[in-house]
């Protein structure tokens, strides 16, 4: 018989680390809610975790990397980022969106240390609101659990 490994939805005597941009915080700050229930919902306590604000998305990666490396008591078993990033009518939107889902990638990969891409990319601001708490559920909650599944898994690993 195989030998499986996967994560569970346990926060139980875990740390997390939430990076959100303020820009359209509105939307972010329903990603943010979405995903401290569900850390709280999974019995993480309040007090392990840690939120930072960034001015927006494309700033992301730079926290979240510095946070996954922390060390000892503070060291995060995962890092979640959250943010909204709305096409408009100038490739802006491709420079930030790009640069934050590969900086994110790369801190993962260059930490060891799961950190969540939890940020919002969409065409319209209806979109944006849909998948922020709206008929497409919160991404930040769905970001929550994928970080709780993840750090449960490296346990394991």
Known sequence: MSHVLQGKFDGKGKRFAIVVSRFNEALSQRLLDGAVDALVRHDVRDADI????????????LVAKKLAA?????????VICLGVVVRGETPHFDFVAGAAST?????????GVPILFGIITADTMEQAADRAG????????????????MANLMAQL
């Open 103 to 111: 900086g994110i990638a790369k801190a993962a990969l260059e930490t």
């Open 70 to 78: 922390a060390k000892g008591a503070k060291a995060p078993h995962a």
């Open 50 to 61: 840690t939120v930072a604000w960034t001015p927006g998305s494309y700033e992301i990666p």
């Open 134 to 149: 709206g008929k497409s559920g919160n991404k930040g909650f769905q970001s929550a659990l994928a970080a709780l599944e």
